[in-house]
């Protein structure tokens, strides 16, 4: 029998980005929280000299373990589906920072045309664009509103950047300076311009120089170590809550981190929450933690699957449409061209969030009157940094294996390098998430199933995007340009990347989202869910600086419904305020 534990006023279900802003704004305000978080402590002590490629990036010490927690997929309804034991799609963090440990540092905003694409898409383009098959919807808030909190997010976080040309929208300058330039990337920003286009280096929170936030942490300058990407930073210089909120709300003394306790379910009486029930991963111990608000912080797959396996909220059929927990789970697409080159470059040097950018093919940017889909993605070149391990890539037709490829791989490490889009997904009926009806995990609980395939409007968009990619390479003068095709149907076990959103969107109705704008549970008011699971769709940039705006949003209306209970905003239902 679980162990009853004392009330707390608050709880987080996980210690990633989003819980880590919650505790820190809530612990702050003199709020007393719990924060569960199912693996292990760990601060940048322990990231010193770890630079083992096979550890981190081939083995993903840092990932959650798959033997232990994974998910079933299948890629229609009606598929059976099965137990994943490898993924590379996407990743999934565990630990103390979650993903945020051991992330890129890309630090985007998604655009205005994100927020409102339903009605900005009828407008401009009719109501038939898309087939009714998508289930797009605007996500209740406009960019505007959330502008602040993007903002917040990038002065906790440190984020080093300049001005995006086409994005003039923005109301203050970014923290710290811009990433370093380096020959090939300023080579990429020549060949952009002389096409006509608009590049700038992209936000990174691999920091460019020492910077205080204005919660007091110090973050380091970056090393360009190129061990970034899946590795933690081991001179404090990648903003993380590692480094950043989670030591700013332990200082307050409101914040009780516990680690190794894995939350199973979500304790209620129908019409709100009375707290959560955990698992001591180490003892095996059940607790049952009473609170007064209950914040799911544990990622895009975790907040979908605990409501659903606690029964809180409405289930998504795709059948009827109806119901809204598991509705538009989304993914991106990830368009690439490599570039050969005759000329070496210092490709071992980089850092996560080091490269050049453009958003002339991103959003609504370009017209979308003849072409068959919406939306598209920023287009960059990127230098991570190559590890020896995963990247000698050649190009095609040099054998995989043996002294020719050996010769090749080295001939090409310093001389080869991708230009990649992150293309925006569109919700469809049939991606969603649910509970599978065979498969439990290791505490009896059903697994969370996910059905998920490419669409047209997918490759639509991938082969427009993949073809601007090349058209850069060429104006570079690479020697060879090879674009990659996109597989017919979405594998899950291929690296892509690592953004999946939806399950448990935002909106204005309470009949096709699950959440208002503060992200609190239009069915249970006691009940936020912070993090990706709350976009309506995928953008056409990573999706943390988006994370991060919407947890410090939430933050604040749990502030406010500690004064007034209650729904934080009216409901609109058939354009009725109710
Ligand atoms: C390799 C990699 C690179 C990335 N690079 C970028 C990038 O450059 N830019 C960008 O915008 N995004 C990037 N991302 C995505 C980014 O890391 C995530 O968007 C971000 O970390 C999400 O924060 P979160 O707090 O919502 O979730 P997470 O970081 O996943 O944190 C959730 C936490 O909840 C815990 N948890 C889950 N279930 C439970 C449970 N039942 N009980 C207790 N605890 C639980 C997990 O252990 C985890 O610590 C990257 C992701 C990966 C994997
Ligand atoms: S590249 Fe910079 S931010 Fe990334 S791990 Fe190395 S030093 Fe840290």
């Not at 929280?33 to 990036?57: K, P």
């Not at 998508?134 to 502008?147: N, S, V």
């Not at 953008?539 to 933050?555: E, F, I, K, S």
């Not at 209306?557 to 905003?569: E, F, H, M, T």
């Amino acid at each position: 029998m679980a162990k009853k534990l004392d009330k707390v006023e608050a709880v987080t279900v996980g210690v990633g980005w989003a819980g880590g802003i919650i505790a820190a704004e809530l612990a702050k305000a003199g709020v007393k929280v719990v924060g569960l978080e199912r693996g292990n402590d760990r601060s940048t002590e322990d990231f010193q000299m770890v630079h083992d490629e096979y550890r981190y990036a081939i083995r993903y010490e840092l990932m959650q373990d798959l033997s232990k927690e994974t998910i079933t997929f299948r890629n229609k309804p009606g598929e059976k589906a099965l137990p994943m034991r490898q993924f590379g799609a996407f990743l999934i963090g565990t630990g103390v920072g979650g993903a945020g440990a051991h992330w890129n540092g890309d630090t985007w905003f998604f655009s205005p045309y994100d927020f409102e694409i339903k009605t900005m898409t009828d407008k401009k383009y009719g109501k038939n664009k898309l087939p009714k098959e998508y289930t797009l919807q605007d996500w209740g808030i406009t960019y505007k509103e959330l502008a602040p909190y993007y903002h917040q997010f990038e002065r906790m976080a440190g984020t080093s950047g300049e001005l995006n040309p086409l994005r003039p929208e923005r109301t203050e300058k970014y923290p710290t300076p811009p990433m370093k330039d380096t020959p090939i990337l300023k080579s990429y920003m020549d060949a952009a311009n002389r096409l006509g286009l608009h590049p700038f280096r992209q936000p990174s929170a691999n920091i460019s120089e020492v910077y205080k936030n204005p919660d007091g942490e110090t973050l380091n300058q970056c090393q360009y170590c190129g061990f970034c990407e899946k590795f933690g930073c081991e001179y404090g210089a990648k903003s993380s809550p590692n480094v950043t909120v989670v030591p700013t709300a332990l200082k307050t003394g409101n914040f009780d981190l516990r680690t190794h306790a894995n939350v199973t379910g979500i304790i209620h009486d129908g019409n709100k929450a009375t707290g959560v029930r955990y698992v001591d991963t180490q003892t095996g111990e059940e607790f049952d933690q009473p609170a007064d608000i209950v914040v799911l912080t544990s990622y895009t797959l975790n907040n979908t699957r605990l409501l659903l396996q606690s029964e809180l909220g409405r289930p998504y059929d795709p059948k009827t449409g109806t119901g809204v927990i598991g509705k538009n789970y989304c993914y991106q697409i990830t368009a690439v061209a490599t570039g050969f080159f005759k000329d070496r470059f210092n490709a071992a040097m980089g850092a996560g969030a080091l490269g050049t950018t453009l958003d002339d093919y991103n959003n609504d940017n370009f017209d979308h009157s003849d072409l068959d889909f919406i939306h598209g993605g920023s287009i960059t070149m990127k230098q991570l940094g190559k590890r020896p391990i995963n990247e000698n890539g050649a190009p095609s037709g040099t054998p995989r294996w043996g002294k020719e490829f050996k010769k090749e791989s080295i001939k090409w490490f310093n001389r080869s390098i991708p230009v990649t889009s992150q293309g925006a997904s569109m919700p469809h009926k049939n991606n969603y998430l649910s509970l599978d009806p065979t498969y439990k995990d290791a505490y009896g609980n059903p697994l969370l199933r996910m059905t998920y395939d490419f669409t047209e409007q997918d490759h639509a968009l991938y082969d427009y995007i993949t073809a601007r990619c090349a058209d850069i390479l060429e104006e570079m003068g690479a020697e060879v340009v090879e674009p990659k095709e996109l597989t017919d149907h979405f594998d899950i076990v291929p690296a892509q990347n690592d953004h999946i959103t939806g399950g448990v969107i935002m909106g204005a109705d309470p009949e096709t989202s699950a959440l208002n704008n503060y992200l609190q549970m239009w069915d249970v008011d006691n009940v936020f869910v912070i993090g990706a699971s709350a976009f309506a769709h995928n953008g056409g940039y990573n999706p943390t600086g988006t994370v991060g705006a919407l947890a410090y949003r939430a933050a604040e209306g749990i502030l406010k419904y500690r004064k007034n209970k209650g729904q934080l905003v009216k409901r609109e239902t058939s354009n009725k305020l109710v």
